[in-house]
């Protein structure tokens, strides 16, 4: 009796998800180090929106030639990934092709599979054309150099060799090939193996095998470390994305509170803030660190896959200013895992490390270039909000460090004098209706 | 000027004891700026034409606080919002109507959940309300048969809000020959006022974004570029004098060009 291969299967799938288990904890606990923000409201749009934005593809397919490509690979990756299943059982019980019982059934989806197979292998080509060679720009821009230009091409050499490794698979299946039923793609391949021995076939079946589940237990585990995560997160993240008019900004509670308490005549100003008040008070107003944001933002940042379409839409990109929609998000995530590497490294506490989210990783440049036009949030895939980060990083810089530029401080003294952003008398307001 | 325009504050629409259909918002721009003034006239003229009840805050009304916000200075948003939600609520305030997207949208968005709950609409809107029930009368004119007009979305009122359809609706009405421009409605590209950008010098870049947009106008070979936004229209008139079109390109508000063709 041979059990090795079975044991050897199994030890590998145990592997493969427990690792990858162990990553989604991480995640979720780098995501909840954000602040808390309520989001029960509106659940039937919600769940509208996850249908229509991350299930349906409804903005990728803004662009035409990306979006089809994309829906093709999308489609692809979820329908190909049920014969997953059949291939855990076969490596766990030794079995071959189990569910071809029901032959007919059985010839219809391999045949569905193979076909998507090439469709898949298609469009990955095309991307990658696109990004290499077409060399489009919002794949070249100057975040996209190292680890996210590489990132985006190991995803596509992987989705190459996974396909490449399914039909080849079939092809060398030398019993599959007999049953001549949905081989529709791999018996065109056949031919090319048949001036080898059987004994040679099979070894290299059995190697496709093998190296097509290893390579969806690597690329599962590889998910974490690669922008190609938005294949999870994206679901999530239209469900949590806004759901008010784009033009509404939050407005902080906190400062509602004291700008209330401003405006009561009843309250003492001098009182002793009452026992405990203090423990309810922000630590800071605004952003300045991962932390700051929402937990929300932390997983838009997670979920962004890079492609760039925020920032070949947002006008002080397009004018060749710093900001960069993109770059926002890469570096909350970036920063975000820095983060948590820190509290990997120091027994789950958070050691000072004297870095930050603004000026380490954004600059007040980036931010100030903002025109808050929400082109960034239209265009997005996957219902991301860069802006609302800019704007808290922005409160930061107003209400806690007074670092706006002169300009705008001169914009709200004259708020603040008189009621407008122009050095103008309130009185004069209507002076219009008799000029 | 034909006649003196009818401008009636709450101040004395309160001493006559009376409630106003419409409080008119007209903002910081639209009360001070030169260009923006010309706006608010041309909608004046508008109500007026059409009898609306109608009156101004007038020297009780302050800045939203919009750009404030936007800039990054929640409390002086919340400032300005919390005294101008008492004065519009110890007014009764049902309805608003302004010429100004910005303040559209800060008033219709950002005010309910201060405590300022109130129907807002954009002056495009409202002009289609008074079209469609017949207050309002527009007549195809001669002085703009013809003519080409592109329509440059404002952010706060597309984009922010899905008003696409309002001030494209008045502008058919007026027989012109509507083009769009290749980045329009969702994808429409900002001017670059926005953000509080109106106020400070541009960060370092290869262009500005008003010229950038003002050459997506150009592609369309248009007479004039209409929009819906006083700060939209300094941005555009700007561009267009950065490309030294100012003779053969107009930048107009929707409100003007009704108010134009309608000899009001």
């Known amino acids: 009796m041979n059990y090795l291969p079975n044991i050897l299967f199994a030890i590998a799938l145990i592997a493969g998800l427990g690792f990858f288990a162990r990553n989604v904890k991480k995640l979720i606990r780098n995501i909840k180090l954000g602040q808390d923000v309520d989001v029960s409201d509106n659940k039937s749009q919600r769940w509208k929106n996850m249908a229509m934005i991350a299930l349906g593809q409804s903005k990728m397919v803004k662009r035409p030639i990306a979006g089809f490509l994309h829906v093709i690979v999308y489609v692809g990756f979820i329908i190909i990934n049920i014969e997953l299943l059949e291939i855990v059982i076969d490596g766990l019980f030794g079995t071959w092709r189990i569910f071809s019982y029901y032959q007919e059934l059985y010839g219809v989806l391999i045949g569905t599979f193979e076909i998507l197979a090439v469709l898949v292998l298609i469009s990955v080509i095309v991307f990658w054309i696109r990004r290499n060679i077409i060399k489009i720009q919002r794949f070249w821009k100057s975040e996209m150099t190292s680890w996210p230009k590489n990132d985006a091409n190991y995803i596509l050499y992987f989705e190459m060799v996974l396909m490449t490794l399914f039909l080849v698979m079939n092809a060398t299946d030398i019993h599959f090939q007999l049953m001549n039923s949905g081989n529709v793609v791999s018996q065109y391949i056949a031919p090319w193996f048949s001036g080898l021995s059987e004994p ?63 405006m009561d005549p009843n309250v003492d100003p001098f009182a002793a803030p009452p026992e405990g008040a203090d423990a309810e008070m922000p630590a800071k107003f605004g952003a300045s660190d991962v932390q700051d944001l929402s937990w929300v933002q932390l997983l838009n940042a997670y979920t962004c896959t890079e492609c760039g379409r925020c920032t070949s839409e947002c006008p002080a990109n397009l004018t060749g200013k710093k900001l960069s929609p993109r770059k926002i998000m890469m570096d909350t995530r970036d920063r975000l895992e820095e983060v948590g590497k820190n509290i990997d490294a120091n027994n789950g506490k958070f050691k000072e490390d004297g870095k930050q989210l603004l000026g380490d990783y954004i600059t007040a440049e980036e931010l100030w270039a903002c025109t808050t036009c929400n082109a960034c949030v239209e265009a997005c895939p996957v219902s991301i909000d860069p802006l609302s980060i800019i704007i808290d990083m922005r409160r930061y810089l107003v209400m806690e460090q007074s670092a706006a530029p002169v300009e705008l401080n001169n914009m709200m003294t004259n708020i603040e004098n008189n009621g407008a952003p122009w050095p103008y008398n309130q009185m004069d307001r209507l002076n219009w209706k008799d000029e | ?71 990054g200075n929640e409390f002086l948003f919340q400032m300005q919002a919390v005294t101008n939600i008492e004065v519009l609520n110890a007014y009764e305030i049902k309805r608003i109507v302004t010429a100004c997207p910005h303040s559209y949208n800060t008033l219709k968005n950002e005010y309910p959940e201060l405590g300022g709950n109130y129907q807002v609409q954009h002056h495009t809107e409202f002009i289609n309300e008074l079209i469609k029930s017949g207050r309002l009368t527009i007549e195809g004119s001669n002085q703009l048969s013809g003519k080409r007009i592109t329509f440059h979305d404002p952010c ?36 670059g006022a926005g953000g509080a950008q109106m106020f400070k010098e541009p960060e370092k870049g290869d262009k500005d974004i008003n010229v950038l947009r003002t050459e997506d106008a150009m592609e369309t070979n248009p007479n004039i570029i209409a929009t819906g936004c006083p700060y939209c229209n300094t941005m555009m008139t700007d561009g267009v004098k950065a490309k030294e079109k100012e003779d053969s390109v107009q930048v107009m508000d929707i409100a003007e060009l009704i108010a134009n063709s309608q000899n009001l």
């Open chain 1, 200 to 262: 040679t076939i099979h070894t290299i079946e059995r190697a496709a095998w093998w190296l097509h589940i290893l390579g969806i237990l690597v690329f599962l585990n590889y998910l974490y470390y690669s922008k190609h995560l938005h294949i999870l997160l994206a679901f999530p993240n239209t469900y949590y994305g806004k759901v008010k008019p784009k033009g509404q900004l939050n407005n902080l509670e906190s400062v509602t509170k004291e700008v209330k308490m401003m």
């Open chain 2, 156 to 191: 706060y009122l597309g984009r922010a809000n899905d008003v696409y359809e309002a001030p494209r609706n008045l502008l058919r009405s007026l027989g012109v020959d509507l083009v769009e421009m290749k980045r329009s409605r969702n994808s429409a590209l900002c001017c």
């Open chain 2, 1 to 71: 000027m034909s006649e003196q325009l009818k401008v009636p504050t709450m101040a004395q629409c309160m001493a006559e004891g009376r409630q106003p259909e419409i409080l008119f918002w007209v903002g910081a721009a639209g009360s001070y700026d030169d260009r923006a003034k010309k706006i608010t006239k041309a909608f004046v003229k508008i109500l007026n034409k059409a009898n609306v009840d109608f009156a101004v805050l007038g020297t009780e009304e302050s800045s939203t606080g919009d750009v404030a916000k936007r800039a």
